[in-house]
């Protein structure tokens, strides 16, 4: 396998577009060529098979969508947080569409399925201790309610932006944040 990271990468940011544009049945290793615009045969230098691909992209989704690490310095608000991590999601969309796309690839192929709950679990894992760390309101199980929440604004507004419409998502956004991590109580 080639180990030209630069080309790597613009493999994987390839794969990430069509895999957002055309679904997983269209993620072809000629496809990703074609997208990278690289001679044919390319992709399958660097991609033993689809399934390998697969994973690739699942770890260059993380790579894409780590938050600046200007945004999480000075004083920290988790409704601010959570606007920039929707103005990222909007930014970098065709990124959070192939992670839907993969989540339900998931679904049909269970050695992927196994590799998204690891990774998956292990970021939802690192960003409830973060936002412990950094002395943020709430307790272990309010975050994991705030990313529920989150996660499904996220889906609505990539997949059916109308629906929102009549509900400002920055007030929507506030009122997780106010219900589901109270502030807490001085003893």
Same mark, same amino acid.
């Given at each position: 396998?080639? #180990?030209?990271?630069?080309?790597? +990468?613009?493999?994987?940011?390839?794969?990430?577009?069509?895999?957002?544009?055309?679904? %997983?049945?269209?993620?072809?290793?000629? +496809?990703?060529?074609?997208?990278?615009?690289?001679?044919? /045969?390319?992709? %399958?230098?660097?991609?033993?098979?689809?399934?390998?691909?697969?994973?690739q992209?699942?770890?260059?989704?993380?790579?894409?969508l780590?938050?600046?690490?200007?945004?999480?310095?000075?004083?920290?608000?988790?409704?601010?947080?959570?606007?920039?991590?929707?103005?990222r999601?909007?930014?970098?969309?065709s990124?959070?569409?192939?992670?839907?796309? $993969?989540?339900?690839?998931?679904?049909?192929?269970?050695?992927?399925?196994?590799?998204?709950? +690891?990774? #998956?679990?292990a970021?939802?894992?690192?960003?409830?201790?973060w936002?412990?760390?950094?002395?943020?309101?709430?307790?272990? #199980? /309010?975050?994991?309610?705030?990313?529920?929440a989150?996660?499904?604004?996220?889906?609505?507004?990539?997949?059916?932006?109308? $629906?929102?419409?009549?509900?400002?998502?920055?007030?929507?956004?506030?009122?997780?944040?106010?219900?589901?991590?109270?502030?807490? %109580?001085?003893?």
């Open positions: 396998m080639r #180990q030209n990271p630069q080309r790597r +990468a613009a493999l994987l940011d390839a794969a990430i577009e069509v895999l957002a544009r055309e679904g %997983s049945r269209g993620l072809t290793l000629r +496809a990703v060529d074609a997208e990278a615009a690289v001679p044919t /045969g390319t992709a %399958s230098n660097y991609f033993a098979n689809r399934a390998q691909l697969l994973v992209i699942l770890h260059r989704t993380r790579e894409r780590v938050p600046d690490p200007a945004d999480l310095t000075g004083p920290l608000d988790t409704k601010v947080l959570l606007g920039r991590l929707l103005e999601m909007r930014r970098e969309r990124v959070h569409i192939a992670m839907l796309e $993969l989540r339900l690839e998931g679904l049909r192929r269970p050695e992927l399925q196994a590799e998204l709950a +690891a990774f #998956q679990g970021e939802l894992e690192a960003n409830i201790d936002h412990l760390r950094a002395g943020l309101p709430g307790d272990r #199980q /309010g975050v994991v309610l705030l990313y529920l989150m996660l499904g604004l996220i889906v609505d507004d990539l997949t059916v932006p109308g $629906l929102l419409e009549a509900h400002p998502v920055e007030g929507l956004i506030e009122t997780m944040v106010e219900r589901l991590l109270p502030q807490r %109580s001085a003893d």
